[in-house]
Structure formats: C-alpha cells, structure tokens
C-alpha cells in the first residue's frame, strides 16, 4: 500500500512536467489548429539556455528566470518571423516547418554544447524539502513550481484583459479583430507563452532525466498523451491529463510487478511505460476524440 | 449635417471574383443610412470592404481621412462597430467576457462602465445571463449581446449587417426600437444592411439600393418608401 501511495506520488512529479508541456501544446492547439511537434525541443533547448549561464557562473534561480524570459521572446519571434508568413499554408506545409524546426533545435543543441549527457543541479535544498519516504526533495519542488506556473497562467487567462484578449482571439479571430483585439500579436504571445512553459517543464526536469538534446523526446509524447486524454481543445483538461499520464505510467510497473509476484509471469513494466502512452494515444483519438474533458460547446442557430 | 463616411468607388474582390462594382455613398452624421437589395447585391461585402476584410479598391473616408487599406483592428480603433452577419458571438466566453472584451481598447474605466449600465438599461436580459456561456443564449438574445458588444466600443459608426435575421417580429421590433434609441441617445451614426426593407426604412434617414455590386437607386428613405417602381423592382414588396 504504502509502495502504491510512492508510485502515485512520485507519478505526479512526472505528470507535472507532462502537464506544462500538455499547457503549451495546448495553448498553441487552441489558438492555431496546429499541434507543436518542435515544442518539446525549444524546452530542451531554453534548458540548455539555463545550463549554459549557470556555466558562465549564474545561481539556478536567475539562470531559470532568464531562460524563461529568452524563450518566450524566442516563441515570439519564432511564429513572427518563420509562422506568420506561413498562415494561409496548408497544414502540411506546417507541420514540415514544425519537424524542421525541431530537427533545427536538436542539431543546434548538439553542435554548440555536444551530445553528451550533462548533469544538471537541483535548485530544491536536499535535507528539508519534501515529504519523508514519499517524495524526494526535487521531485516535491517540481509539483510546486508547476503549481506555481500554472496558477499565474490560469489567474492570467481568467482574470486580466490581455489574457480575455487571447481567449477571445483564439475563439474567434474575426470577432476579436472587430472588437480591436490585434490577433496576430496574441499568437505570437500564446508562442511566447508556450515556449516559457516549455522551459519550465524543461529546467525541472533535466536533473532527472540528465541534460541532452534528445531528453524531451519522450516527455514531448507523455505530454501529447496527456493533452489528447484531457482533451486537446480544454487547457484545463490538458493539465489534468498530463498529471493522470504521469500517474498511470508509474502505475504500469507497479501493476507489472504486483502481477508477477502473484502469477509469475511477466505481462508488463517498465520497458512499456511508452506503449501505454501510445496506447492512451490512440485510444483517445479512435473512442473519445474530445478528450476526458474536451469542452462540448453548446450552440444554438 | 456634416458627412461622416464617404464611400468612393469602392470595388471588393474574393479571390478573383469582383463582388463589388464601384460603389459610392455616403452617411451624414448622426444619421441612419440602409443599404437594401436582393441576397448577392453586395451589402455584406461593402460592410466589409469598410472595415478592410476583403480585399478592395477605391476609397473609405472617415471624418475627412483615408481609412482604406488600414487592418480591420485599426480601423475598429478609430470607431466603428462592425455588427457581423451571424452575430460573431465569443460563444465559449461568458456574457460578461463578450462585453469586457468589447470594451478591450479603451482605458477610460469610467465611460466603459457608464456604457455597461447604458448596454443593461437597453437589454436587461443580458444582465440576468451576465455568467451565462453566450453560445447558450437564444438567436435574439445573441442579437442584442452583438449590438451590445458593438456598444461596448464606444463608436462614432455603427455597421449592423441584418440584425433582423433569423428573429421573430416581436423582437425584431424591440430590437430596432432600441436601434433608434441608441442612434439618437449615444449619437452614433448607422449603416444598415437589411433584407427586411420595409422595416430597414422606416428606421433609416437615406437608403441606397444595391444590384450585383452596383448602386441602382438612392434617396432620402420615404421618396424611396413611396416610389412604385423601386419598391416592385428591387425591394419586392
């Protein structure tokens, strides 16, 4: 029981980082139809931002905070300059742009700072952090901040002008033009904002996963699976889905392991924790399109 | 009066469909001015043409200066209220949402909530649906919450593109009551585009009728009202 309670525990952690790359997928989804196959790299690569000042003798706090800042001007000028000319592409033509610019982020990020895995601090301190045999230190601080992100994010969407600006623009553009909304400017912010999330999700969880250019592949597809179980259309959702993700998938080698013992077999474990995101995946996308909690939107002709 | 929007050979393509033929009128100030005519006359599309969301050719004047070619925000800024044909509802925002967000670009707080008591004081059904998903809400009320939201904006010119449709004649009728209120109590001049004409001119000052793109007939609104021809040839009543 008491190993139950770790597993889920310590699945939230994941699902926390799950949840803020869901966030910025889904910020971007809802405002453009287009899902952010890059979105997993540009977090590595504001990770990389972060390393590399606190290289250059930055404490962990200032390099994440500066990182943050590079990387939402960096989603800004990302879809101003590369997207905007491309919004009356077709989709496909944007989705090349999307691998493009991740296979671009990857090989930049190897080039400048290699392939080789590189260790990254902890900012959470190691003795007085956490919950005694539940959580550890940093996978505590990790839930937190996420919370933290995500409560600015959400009292920004709800309570402040610019935030109603940007839902009102990603509803419906045409009516938020005829109110003076200036649409492509909120694009390009939910880029920004996406691209900051992005770094979040990226500076805490490299001291788990260790720093290198491909550490976000997997997490990209957590988090995917994640925003697709919330529902795609629904940020809320999303972040529900992600933190769900999180949990199930350390349930996977729980359940794996309680099944062995009992029947000694070997059914599933911590080699398919990845099958099960792709499962959930396609699960969502063949049974449930809208997700858990896609928002049905009522409407009346 | 002085005149307020001065339309000048205005032409408007889709694509490479011409949609508009060069179509001059003008609005005075404080005034209401219909544009009527059959479904393909062009009255949604020179609606549009003002505010820059098709492509056009010619000449907007707004109080003596060229808006043309300025993006659709700007032009909103410089105030006008574009009521759009199928209402444009932020239908998964709340009532209260569509109309702060209407009210986005001003930063006189005090004005803005003056408005608002103004928009309640007009429909106070919009007041007991304040928290209400605005898709929710009925065509009519949807009508109003369009016409509200257009309020919202502080405008000099109103564009209201049918704001009869799809409505029953009892709140059509409250509808455009509050129409005149409004144009004579918040001084804001209209452009009308009705399918509805009988209706469209008794409420408008001037009336301009439109056939394929092009202006065929104008004049103040009852010599067009009460001549025979026009009314058997193009407004089919």
Known sequence: ???????????????????????????????????????GEMAMFSTYIAWQLMQWGAG???????????????????????LRPLHTAPVLSIVVVFIGLLA????????????????????????TFGLAGLIG?????????????????????????????????????????????RV?????????????????????????????????????????AGALLGGISNPGGAVLGGFMVGVLENLVAFIGNAIEKSFGVYII????????????????????????????VVKRV | MTTVLEVKDLKAYYGQTQALHGVSFELLEGGITTLLGANGAGKTTTLRAICNMVRTEGDVVFQGRSIRGQATESIVRLGFAHVPEGRGTFTTLTVDENLRIAAYTRSDKAAVKRDLDMVFE??????????????????????MLAISR?????????????????????????????????????????????????????????????????VVMSGPSDVVKNDENIRKSYLGY
């Open chain 1, 1 to 39: 029981m008491e190993q139950l309670m770790q597993q889920v525990v310590s699945g939230l952690a994941n699902g926390a980082i799950y949840a803020c790359v869901a966030l910025a997928l889904v910020m971007i989804f809802v405002s453009t139809d287009h899902i952010n196959f890059a979105q």
């Open chain 1, 184 to 224: 492509d400017w909120m694009l390009a912010l939910g880029w920004g904002l996406a691209a900051a999330v992005g770094a979040v999700a990226g500076t805490m969880v490299a001291h788990i996963v260790y720093l290198d250019p491909n550490m976000m592949g997997g997490i990209l597809l957590y988090a995917f």
């Open chain 1, 60 to 82: 962990f706090w200032p390099a994440f905070f500066i990182a943050i800042a590079v990387s939402f001007v960096g989603g800004l000028t990302i879809e101003r300059v590369i």
């Open chain 2, 150 to 214: 257009a309020l919202m904006l502080g405008p000099r010119v109103m564009l209201l593109d049918e704001p009869s449709f799809g409505l029953a004649p009892l709140i059509v009728q409250e509808i455009f009551r509050i129409m005149r209120r409004i144009n004579t109590e918040a001084k804001c001049s209209m452009l009308l585009v009705e399918q509805n004409a009988a209706l469209a001119l008794d409420l408008a000052d001037h009336a301009y009728v439109l056939e394929t793109g092009r």
């Open chain 2, 122 to 143: 007009y429909f106070p059904r919009l007041r007991e649906r304040i928290q209400q998903q605005a898709g929710t809400l009925s065509g009519g009320e949807q009508q």
């Open chain 1, 269 to 296: 474990g911590n080699g398919e924790k990845l099958t099960v995101a792709l499962i959930i995946v396609i699960t969502v996308l063949t049974v449930k399109p809208s997700g858990l909690f896609g928002r049905v």
């Open chain 1, 104 to 127: 671009i982020c990857n090989s930049i990020a190897g080039s400048v700072w290699s392939y080789l895995i590189k260790e990254f601090p902890s900012p959470f301190p190691k003795d």
């Open chain 1, 137 to 181: 230190p940093h996978q505590f601080g990790v839930v937190l901040v996420t919370i933290v992100v995500l409560s600015l994010l959400f009292v920004f969407f709800r309570f402040t002008p610019l935030g109603l600006a940007m839902r009102a623009a990603a509803q419906n553009p045409v009516s938020a033009r005829l109110a003076g909304v």
